[in-house]
């Protein structure tokens, strides 16, 4: 039941805006989310299908593996301190010699790997979020409205970074719903004063505003 009654919250409040000609390209795209209560968790449903374009999808089979790190906010819609951090790693690769696409998932709550023999199918487990765990109850307050951020990176080039996803996912911080040190941090650097991320391509989206209603 309170999966429902979020879900109704999250599409009583959504309003989509219409697009200026004068916004700065690097804000985040503002996108629908699905968000359920399951337990003593918040988790969303989404999907950045829009991180690749054709030569990144014609890539997925050329024997070298792709990369995703998805990094994820839940911030107070009048304030830009978040209160929860998540941090996902994705890795895609084509395996010529069985001729299947090997995907690893990698988050603070250990490591799943999945197979899959067309690509489209690969690219679709890769970019779905599905019920992915993004904060607790217990730091949302009923009636407070919030957001979830998102800054999705494919293949980002930068050693230092994928040493600190590396470092961070391995500590298992608690479902990897806390501040998340300097990746909690770069929120700022990211959605209010954004720069063009060094990586392949980059995904900047923002949900609609999200509230747990009273039960």
């Known amino acids: ?15 989509a805006a219409p697009a200026r ?13 699905r968000f359920v209560e399951r ?21 997925l089979d050329s024997g070298f593996t792709s990369t995703i790190v998805i990094r994820m906010w839940v911030y107070p819609r009048d304030s830009t301190n978040p209160i929860a951090f998540n941090l996902v790693n994705r890795q895609v690769l084509y395996n010529l010699w069985d001729e299947v696409y090997e995907l690893r998932f990698v988050d603070p709550t250990g ?9 489209a199918e690969a690219l679709t487990r890769l970019t779905n979020l599905d019920d992915v765990a993004i904060a607790r109850l217990a730091d949302l307050p009923y009636g ?7 800054e999705v990176q494919l293949n980002p080039v930068s050693k230092e970074t994928l040493a600190q996803v590396r470092r961070w996912l391995s500590q298992g911080n608690g479902g990897g719903l ?3 040190g300097a990746f909690f941090g ?30």
């Open 144 to 150: 407070q409205v919030f957001l979830l951020a998102m």
């Open 178 to 180: 806390d501040r998340g």
């Open 1 to 15: 039941m309170r999966a429902a009654l979020v879900a109704t919250a999250v599409a009583s409040l959504f309003v």
């Open 39 to 59: 337990g003593d968790l918040l988790h969303v449903t989404t999907k950045i299908g829009k991180l690749f374009d054709r030569a990144a999808y014609e890539a």
């Open 111 to 119: 490591t799943k790997v999945f197979k899959e023999k067309r690509k």
């Open 186 to 215: 770069s929120f700022v650097s990211v959605f209010v004063n954004p720069k063009i991320p060094d990586a392949d391509r980059a995904l900047r989206i923002r949900s609609q505003p999200f509230y747990r209603p009273r039960p």
């Open 21 to 33: 000609a004068d916004e700065d390209d690097e804000r985040p795209e503002i996108i629908k989310m």
